[in-house]
């Protein structure tokens, strides 16, 4: 059974109690993200700089995924904010590993990614893959506040 439209929400809100965690930088977002299954039972959380080296939230999480070696058959992301499509660090985007984990069908996001520091290329990308990629409405302004460190 799909999560219904509150059920996106409650989990978006979720995502931003773990965004909460990271320790503000100014040269990045605070984000937080959430793999559940398409039913929406949690499988892993993550949030920026969890893990050294300048970690990204959707990278914890399906990092934690694949080291528990119990990788499902069909997941669903949820994060804050639109998975990184360009780092300046050099490292793998989070559309890039995203896009290696086939079992990830699905993602939702609280707020598009702002230019602060890259463009965006993400949402084009997962789709042409056959990624579905949905926007939780309502919750943007609260997403980028935390994503600033508010």
Request: contains cysteine.
């Amino acid at each position: 059974s799909a999560a219904t439209p509150t059920d996106h929400k409650s989990l978006m809100t979720r995502a931003l109690t773990i965004a909460r965690k990271s320790t503000y930088i100014p040269s990045a977002f605070c984000v937080g993200a959430i793999i559940t299954t398409p039913s929406g039972t949690i499988l892993s959380t993550g949030y920026s700089r969890e893990r050294p080296g300048n970690t990204h939230a959707e990278q914890v999480a399906i990092d934690k995924i694949i080291s528990s070696s119990s990788v499902p058959e069909e997941a669903v992301v949820y994060t804050t904010m639109e998975p990184c499509s360009k780092r300046l660090s050099g490292h793998k985007t989070c559309i890039d590993r995203i896009l290696e984990c086939s079992w990830i069908r699905r993602i939702y996001v609280g707020v598009t990614e702002p230019t602060d520091f890259v463009e965006n290329s993400g949402k084009a990308r997962l789709e042409a893959a056959g990624v579905g990629y949905q926007l939780v409405e309502g919750l943007e302004g609260e997403c980028l506040e935390v994503a600033r460190g508010g």
